[in-house]
């Protein structure tokens, strides 16, 4: 959410074959999301990721759960802000790590992804049937964020530089 520009790496890391695309939104949005859930639940927490090296640096221990809020030094360009639910499991270790082997791997939040997405990018290196695809869903599912469908800007230099005959 706070980076203002794709990155090519970025696509190539998370997309190898093409195909996927990128959800963008911004702080203020991502914020009301936040203050709305916190009316709800106070164990939701938001904050940007924290990236070290793990070699040299300890995990920070200053509040519970802390490890979902950092990443691995080399991921740094991603700039990732997290909205999480951050739960406590009562009980003793062995009981408490028995029910954690149970529970799903995550939780659904909810949400109002209309009022969360600015645009949907697709992967410059998208073909026409994963872009029809993509397009699908969202006609079916989320029909108000089609005019959000953005083209990557990657692409567009691209087409940019080849019609000026430029490598």
Not at 39 to 57: A, C, M, N, T, W
């Amino acid at each position: 959410t706070r980076q203002r520009n794709e990155s090519y790496l970025a696509w190539k890391h998370y997309c190898p074959s093409g195909g996927g695309f990128a959800i963008r939104s911004t702080w203020r949005r991502i914020w009301h999301l936040y203050s709305a859930l916190q009316k709800i639940d106070r164990q939701i927490s938001l904050r940007p990721v924290g990236y070290l090296d793990h070699f040299s640096e300890s995990l920070p221990r200053a509040n519970f759960a802390e490890e979902v809020f950092w990443k691995a030094k080399w991921f740094s360009d991603e700039k990732e802000v997290r909205l999480a639910a951050c739960r406590w499991i009562d009980g003793e270790l062995k009981e408490a790590l028995e029910r954690i082997k149970t529970m799903p791997r995550g939780e659904w939040i909810p949400c109002d992804v209309c009022s969360l997405v600015t645009d949907i990018i697709f992967n410059p290196d998208t073909n026409s049937v994963q872009r029809r695809c993509l397009e699908d869903v969202i006609k079916r599912f989320q029909p108000a964020l089609h005019d959000r469908v953005r083209e990557s800007q990657i692409l567009m230099a691209r087409a940019h530089f080849v019609s000026r005959g430029t490598p």
